[in-house]
């Protein structure tokens, strides 16, 4: 099988690119056509494992809630005994979420040309995680697809309660900025302008503060400064498109010090969550930690979960891989080894999986605690300054008249 990468757009006009494999790229091209797409680029990647430089534009991923709405729904449907094209026909044509509506579109197309249900999931977008053809993928080798899909609800609704919580931390801190911005905005387009004025009328010397806000003022009204900040965030928007500058923002955001621990922690429960889902749906413990490894692939839990996978192909045992790692509690360690040891892994990962929700919580909790106060002290002594300046200049006009 080889990998062909194409660009193109879908029959809502928005550009999109991925990868897909075929034996050649004929069939690689009926493929993507099949899709409802229009090509404008097809060429075959020279290695499997060569890099997505740009991610698609619009293809963006599913929301959580949505994706564990659509495979507690799956579930409920495989298990009454409705067949995956109709069952596919029904997402489509009911879900809320119109994503969800295109990509199980695409998935009933896939399924006409007589693929199975595990390789439409996969191939029809990259809207949904990659957990859902995995497990279909072994639920059509035990005759029970769909089943481990209410568990991997739950994984899915996990993982966007700690993205929620961590977003909430950061809402308070992100209005005192906003808040800043605005008033050296005031500052420099209402109030310094006029104290300049006041000064040079009377031949005095405009105060270094004036002048600096004075010179943003100008660079304000001439749209330098308006043109620099909108090429800075379209800079930062392509930016987060690339792969090599999303790790890097990925692996700075683990270095900081509160926040970086409680991203650690929370990345390394939804792994071994995953980890879990697959386990106990039947997947090999070799192939499953490769696979978590895909989840969160610029994280260093994925050296870790891949060096485990190649342990158990190389005959040792994955906790070796795992206890090389500084990052993961001592007590996720030990529960581990006692699993791989007894092989009963995929029960004792509900344990671990409990213990880290707990430390993610009391993480979360005193990141909140001492995140607030000290960008609360930072941003307001910021502003604190701006105003104390500003204020004794506006007191040092009393002086002009005398």
């Known amino acids: 099988m080889l990998k062909f990468r194409f660009k193109g757009y879908t029959q809502q006009g928005d550009y999109e690119t991925g ?4 034996e050649t790229e004929a069939s690689a091209y009926a493929q993507i056509v099949t899709l409802g797409m229009t090509l404008t680029e097809l060429k075959q990647v020279s290695s499997i494992n060569e890099p997505v430089l740009l991610r698609s534009w619009k293809a963006k991923q599913i929301a959580a809630e949505a994706q564990a709405e659509t495979a507690e729904q799956l579930s409920a449907m495989f298990s009454a005994g409705i067949p995956a094209p109709r069952a596919v026909e029904i997402i489509a044509e009911t879900a809320a979420d119109p994503s969800v509506r295109a990509h199980f579109h695409r998935v009933s197309l896939l399924l006409a040309e007589g693929n199975t249900f595990a390789f439409s999931m996969e191939n029809a977008s990259r809207g949904f995680s990659p957990l859902f053809s995995i497990l279909a993928a072994v639920g059509e080798d035990f005759g029970a697809i769909g089943a481990q899909y209410p568990m991997l609800a739950r994984l899915l609704r996990t993982q966007d309660k700690y993205r929620a919580q961590i977003k909430s931390a950061m809402i308070y801190p992100a209005i005192l900025l906003i808040g800043a ?9 209402f109030l310094a302008p006029r104290l300049e004025t006041i000064f040079e009328s009377v031949s005095r010397p405009v105060p270094a503060s004036i ?3 004075g010179r943003i003022g100008d660079l304000w009204h001439q749209g330098i400064l308006p043109i620099a900040m909108a090429v800075g965030i379209m800079s930062l928007y392509y930016l987060s498109r690339v792969d090599a500058m999303r790790n890097l923002a990925d692996r700075t955001v683990l270095r900081l010090p509160v926040i ?3 991203v650690k922690a929370s990345t390394l429960s939804v792994m071994m969550r995953a980890l879990q889902v697959m386990l106990t749906a039947g997947v090999p ?21 891949q060096a485990a996978a190649e342990n158990l192909q190389a005959g040792e045992t994955a906790q070796a891989a795992f206890s090389n790692s500084r990052d993961i509690p001592p007590i996720v360690l030990e529960l581990f080894r006692i699993g791989e040891e007894t092989n009963t892994l995929s029960s004792i990962l509900d344990s671990i999986c409990e213990s880290l929700g707990n430390l993610v919580e009391k993480r979360l909790q005193q990141a909140m605690a001492l995140l607030t106060p000290v960008l609360t002290l930072i941003i307001g002594g910021t502003i604190a300054l701006l105003v104390a300046s500003i204020m004794g200049t506006v007191l040092s006009v009393n002086d002009l008249a005398f």
């Open 19 to 22: 990868e897909v494999s075929a």
């Open 181 to 189: 911005l605005l008033l050296i905005l005031f500052m420099a387009l």
């Open 211 to 213: 002048t600096i806000f």
């Open 260 to 262: 970086g621990p409680l």
């Open 285 to 305: 413990m070799a192939v499953a930690l490769a696979r978590t490894a895909t989840i969160f692939p610029t994280s260093t839990f994925s050296l870790t979960f």
